[in-house]
């Protein structure tokens, strides 16, 4: 099992920055691929960014060149540094870890993120 617990999220004025964490506990850090998901009201979880064992990394296009995702093995702790935020940015952004290939194993409760214009 992988307890996920987000934090950093709040509300920014547009063209701000948010530095999301997402700590991690029950097993093995840095073995987990770790990687940050959003949803917006009335839309589906999106994938932001992900971070792989080795420090490899992958944004979606929406987010490309604004948002950095990150680790920290000896905190057990993945963080998501947003910049330069629009208001379609705003939405509850999730942590999850990845224990190989393939879809999200465990999910952490989610953070909000607000954006005014």
């Known amino acids: 099992q992988v307890q996920l617990v987000e934090s950093g999220g709040g509300l920014v004025q547009a063209g701000g920055s948010l530095r999301l964490s997402c700590a991690a506990s029950?097993?093995?850090?840095?073995?987990?691929?770790m990687g940050w998901y959003r949803q917006a009201p009335g839309k589906e979880r999106e994938f932001v960014a992900v971070i792989n064992w080795s420090g490899g990394s992958d944004y979606a296009d929406s987010v490309k060149g604004r948002f950095t995702i990150s680790r920290d093995n000896a905190k057990n702790t993945a963080y998501l540094q947003m910049s330069s935020l629009k208001p379609e940015d705003a939405a509850i952004y999730y942590c999850?870890?990845?224990?190989?290939?393939?879809?999200?194993?465990?999910w952490g409760q989610g953070t909000q993120v607000a954006v005014s214009s």
């Open positions: 999850g870890a990845t224990c190989g290939l393939g879809a999200v194993d465990y």
């Open positions: 029950g097993r093995t850090f840095s073995s987990l691929n």
